[in-house]
């Protein structure tokens, strides 16, 4: 395996800056997810470390190696695609012995290798099928087992869940998720969808505009954003105007003890919805909307203030209704404040 480190990366077409400045490491062995809004520069990214695009300036390293100005064929990096890209004209088992025949490993070999690949995938049985016999889901895991056949320095997936039902999804995001863990192959995971990248990746860079915003742990990134974008991306929150003084957060609504920002400050608290609880709190408010999601329900509450926040209820134990007044109680060790700049 290898660590792959962008050097400040920048990447223009004409005008358009689509990389702009960008330093990052993947560490050897970790699941890196890059997500962000269309148009981030997730997609350039992930192709320029694969060799596909060059460059305006800064550089690609594998490891000690600059890789900046290798051809994709001689970087060795295995890629899963949104859109599968497998060979119809060949069976499942040939598909994943591809990159092995075109390394010049012999037939007994590359057979041996891809049968091994499609059992650990969990699609044996599919072995001489054609690739259009096969359920979306099948398809991904024929080309995950194609990226590794190679036994790549480096993974790259790009939206590879897209277009995949829910449910489905769900479950491959958790197969895949544990088969990487267990190959501790270098991966970097470009998705549009924070949650798939919460669940699979180790640790998480949020882009936007080209630039990256914050680097950290899935926890860390929903926890403790570093700013109002990370905030609104990942996950719902609750921007509140927040004062602090003398240990003091007055949030307008009420005021609580908090710890981690000591000094007077003027900022915003992000406050997500499961820091609320409905109960017999010192808040009270009128539910505006309710919304029930299965598993779970959210509401929208008007506080005293104006203010609308979203808020978690239990659905076995909440029955709190469009129009009802409720009161609420925060938990403010959840709550991270934004200092104004």
Do not use: W
């Not at 560490?27 to 992930?46: M, N, Q, W, Y």
């Not at 088992?93 to 049968?115: P, T």
């Not at 192959?185 to 470009?190: E, F, G, S």
């Amino acid at each position: 395996m290898s660590e792959v480190t962008l050097d400040s990366l920048t990447k223009r077409y004409d005008e358009e800056v689509a990389v702009d400045g960008i330093d990052l490491t993947v560490r050897d062995g970790e699941v890196l997810g890059v997500i962000g809004p269309s148009g981030c520069g997730k997609t350039t990214t992930l192709r320029t470390i694969a060799g596909f695009e060059t460059p305006t300036e800064g550089r690609v390293l594998f490891d000690d190696d600059d890789v900046t100005h290798v051809p994709p064929e001689d970087r060795n990096v295995g890629l899963v695609f949104q859109s599968y890209a497998l060979f119809n004209n060949m069976s499942v088992l040939d598909n994943v012995a591809f990159g092995l025949k075109m390394q010049g490993v012999d037939k007994e070999e590359r057979r041996d290798r891809a049968n091994e690949l499609l059992e650990l995938v969990g699609i044996g049985e599919h072995a001489e099928k054609d690739p259009r016999q096969l359920s979306g889901g099948q398809q991904q895991r024929v080309g995950l087992a194609r990226a590794l056949a190679i036994e790549p320095r480096i993974l790259l997936l790009d939206e590879p869940m897209t277009g995949l039902d829910a449910k489905l999804k769900k479950r491959l995001e958790e197969e895949i998720g544990s088969l990487l863990d267990e190959l501790n192959v270098t991966t970097l995971y470009v998705t549009h969808d924070q949650e798939e990248a919460m669940v699979m990746c180790d640790r998480i860079a949020v882009l936007n505009d080209g630039r990256i915003e914050q680097i950290g742990t899935p926890a860390e990134i929903y926890e403790r954003p570093a700013n109002a974008f990370v905030a609104d991306f990942v996950g719902t929150s609750n921007a509140v105007s927040a004062t602090i003084e003398d240990g003091r957060m007055d949030l307008g609504f009420a005021t609580y003890d908090i710890d981690d920002i000591p000094e007077t400050a003027e900022g915003t608290a992000i406050v997500r919805p499961g820091d609320f609880r409905v109960g017999e709190g010192d808040i009270e408010g009128v539910v505006r909307d309710r919304y029930y999601l299965g598993d779970r329900v959210r509401a929208r509450i008007e506080l005293p203030n104006g203010d609308l926040v979203t808020v978690a209820l239990d659905p076995s134990t909440e029955n709190a209704r469009t129009g009802d007044t409720v009161s609420l109680v925060l938990d403010p060790s959840g709550v991270h404040v934004l200092r104004s700049e």
